[in-house]
């Protein structure tokens, strides 16, 4: 038996917000001594086998860390680190272009990284909605519990000394709730956040494209400009020496062809000549 083994067997486990869970029988360990799993007892749930991982061993209590903060402080941490790789790597490129072929291989090795922690992140932002569901019926379930016992109170069918437990414990349970749910609703943003500067970092700059749509714009807007503007009438009056220079100034009508009539043979006028004759 190693000597963590002796340090938490017997020992009370809480959560992390105080709430007792139960007290460490028993230890499961890997063939070099090393713990796997700790044995703790929960009373009616029975023997529940929680990864070591999962225990943070005080000097007088066992404190028990739930899965989807492991996994979520996990996730935040490699996603945080591979997005400030990869913004470094960008940097040293745009200093040196000479270098662009040589980063190309370590580029598409950190995208391949964060495409991977997409799919762990879809599977823990569905722990996390589950966590809040289960939460969400601890309050009701504790809300339940505490509008009835008032109703025993109020009936005479508990005491003072009673009524006043269950409100103490129910606003234990509820405040528990409420910080574990907090704290997953900002692990939710933080997640939130990173996704929005991976878009940032990974989306191809957009400057050549705007900058043509501006100048395009431009020259639109100098077309209409130059249409725009009008040759102004004259403010001063021209004064003709003569008639024929008035009729050289007006301008010239063009005077439209005579239309040549064809005389064609028409049958009615034949009879009209035939019978005056």
Known sequence: MTHDDIDIIGKNVKDMYGTFMGKVIGTITDIDGSIQSVGVDCGSQGLQQIAYEQLVVQASVVIFIPKWRLDSQRLLREKQLTLRRLKALIDIVSENDDMKEDAEIIHEKYKSKLASLDEAEKQIKAKL?????????????????????????????????????????????????????AEISNVKRRIADLDAEVITVTTPPQKAIQESAVSYLGNSEQEQLVQSILPEAPTEPVHYSSTKDVEDSLPTIPIPPKQVKTETYNEDDWLGRMEAS
């Not at 069918?157 to 606003?171: G, P, R, W």
């Open 129 to 181: 909605d589950f966590r809040l569901a289960e939460l969400e019926e601890q309050v009701k379930s504790a809300k339940m519990l505490l509008f009835d016992a008032k109703v025993q109170y109020k009936s005479n069918e508990i005491s003072d000394t009673t009524f006043e437990t269950v409100k103490t414990c129910s606003a234990d349970l509820i405040e528990h709730v409420n910080h574990e749910t």
